[in-house]
């Protein structure tokens, strides 16, 4: 140990591991961290952001897209609809291949599917094709692009426990998960600003698969491990503890866990049906195109925004239960508000200052709540424990689409409507919205009143280090066990906790 202060960039804990997570006993281990985390960190960043932007290329010019290949605009949905549809089935094999494979096989493949998906779409919309292949063909290419999602954006919880110590890994967590919302921010914009006319369609998917190539390229060359050869934390270090269908039956017997499961999926299908049907809401009122990609870029800037402050505040406090509580019940304030305004005509402040208030509660929730998931079910898995509540919001977001399309009603007389797509978009979502609303208010009222948790993973390094728990996780276990002030640490482990600060700093 004489040599550790001349490591630049890396701090080392030496812990006695106790019966549990790690049955070995009497094991000295060596924590650290390593500077290509930081890459591994941007090119997830990276991909996670290529994806949402292939996600959501046509949701900001639904009408136009359904004009250029001859579709209706409920065809156009299903290229956002199929990537949830995808990701049901293929979420469990992703969280066996994150837990048993490894991160960099993972990462790999979800780029390759990546970029030869945003490829096929591009050679989908040549005018070499006959018009009527050329929506099977995108949705081919889009099909491709749905099974790389799963392969993505599990992954965040799980690097950010792999190659993060314990200080870094809610903002880890969060810089990750939130490149998806900027992909969705830069679609949101970027489309309606190419798609000036109609044929201007090749030109947005070539722009799109362009980054998909590059990122696809870095992926393979610069990502060379799964895993640091050592861990940075306690529990890094007996993070694959669980087996996969084990991990399974003790989430399904979790209660706090299932009801995260449902509730907060509930929120991402809200969200999911906000970003899908945005533009197909505003146009029926008047609102052009370029305002409806504002006020979806205003939603995602502001919750990446309201993610950033979230994600500081959590890994100083570790209060994951009342940011996520306070966070959603103001969210689902937001929600309501959205549903009234969005049917008034000519109200465009107000409209961008509901998107950006429904963003910045809203949306930074994602990243605390998936390292709460970690959390309360913790051995499980972190990306058994992600991806389960996932695959909730991509099951809630297909009913929640399908159920608010349902709804809708033609509308005998739109004069004022902006939608290209002519009377297959003069539709009244003024039910839709408020039954969105509805059931946004319903999920946060239960997760409010009956979630409740310990904070296991916190709680099992605090003991395997021999540090005192944290006080806010302490206080929620009635069962905490509190060291006790006749036993403080050793004064090996206290001198590598400054050790630590200071490499952190």
């Known amino acids: 140990m004489e040599n550790e202060d001349n490591l630049p960039d890396e701090f080392r804990v030496c812990v006695v591991v106790p019966s549990k ?33 292939l996600w959501l290329t046509f949701a900001p010019v639904a009408d136009q897209s359904a004009q250029f290949m001859g579709v209706t605009l409920d065809q156009i949905n299903w290229l956002s609809i199929i990537y949830m549809v995808v990701a049901i089935p293929l979420s469990f094999g992703t969280t066996w291949m994150l837990d048993t494979l490894g991160l960099r096989i993972t990462l790999v493949l979800g780029s390759w599917l990546n970029m030869l998906g945003a490829v096929l779409r591009f050679v989908g919309v040549l005018g070499s094709l006959v018009s009527a292949a050329k929506f099977p063909v995108v949705m081919g290419g889009q099909t491709l692009c ?65 980054p998909a190539a590059i990122i696809c390229f870095l992926a393979t060359v610069g990502i060379r491990d799964s895993a640091p050869p050592t861990p940075p934390s306690a529990s890094a270090e007996s993070s694959n503890s669980e087996p996969f269908l084990e991990g399974i039956k003790l989430l399904l017997r ?25 533009e197909q809401i505003m146009c029926v009122r ?16 502001f ?28 969210s689902a304030l937001a929600c309501i508000a959205f549903s009234v305004v969005s049917q008034m005509r000519n109200q465009r402040i107000a409209l961008a200052a509901v998107c950006s ?117 302490c206080d929620s276990m009635p069962n905490c066990n509190k060291p006790n002030s006749d036993n403080p640490p050793d004064s090996n482990t206290q001198d590598s906790d400054q050790k630590e600060e200071q490499a952190s700093g």
């Not at 060596?30 to 932007?53: A, D, E, P, T």
């Not at 995260?260 to 049907?277: D, K, R």
């Not at 100083?316 to 239960?321: D, G, L």
């Open 254 to 278: 979790n209660k706090a866990y299932m009801i995260l499961l449902l509730c907060f999926g509930s929120g991402i299908a809200v969200f999911t049906c906000f970003s899908t049907l945005l």
């Open 146 to 210: 749905a099974l790389a999602q799963p392969l993505v954006i599990f992954t965040p919880t799980k690097l950010a426990a792999l190659w993060f110590p314990e200080h870094q890994r809610a903002t880890a967590n969060m810089i990750a998960s939130m490149s998806n919302p900027l992909g969705i921010l830069v679609a949101s914009i970027l489309s309606p600003m190419i798609v000036g006319k109609t044929n201007n369609i090749p030109s947005l998917l070539f722009i799109y698969a362009v």
């Open 21 to 53: 997570p790690n049955p070995i006993l009497e094991k000295r281990i060596v924590f650290k961290v390593y500077k290509r985390r930081w890459f591994i960190l941007f090119v997830l960043c990276l991909l996670n952001c290529s994806n949402s932007m």
């Open 357 to 473: 208030l429904f963003g910045f509660f809203g949306f930074s929730i994602y990243p605390v709540a998936m390292e709460l998931s970690v959390e309360c079910s913790y051995p499980v898995g972190e990306a058994t424990s992600a991806g389960l509540i996932f695959i909730s919001g991509q099951i809630q977001s297909v009913i929640y689409i399908l159920l608010l399309q349902g709804l809708t009603k033609p509308m005998a007389d739109s004069p004022f409507s902006t939608c290209s797509a002519g009377g297959d978009a003069a539709l009244s979502w003024r039910v839709p919205m408020l039954v969105m609303a509805g059931l946004c208010s319903a999920f946060t009222c239960c997760f409010v009143i009956f979630f409740h948790t310990e904070y296991r993973r916190l709680d099992a390094e605090a003991q395997a280090s021999g540090k005192k728990p944290n006080l806010t996780t």
């Open 303 to 330: 919750g990446i925004v309201g993610a950033g402050f979230l994600g500081l505040y959590v890994d100083k406090t570790k209060k994951f239960i009342e940011a996520t509580k306070v966070n959603m019940s103001l």
């Open 286 to 301: 008047g609102y052009p195109n370029d305002f409806a990609g504002l006020c979806g870029g205003l939603f995602i800037v």
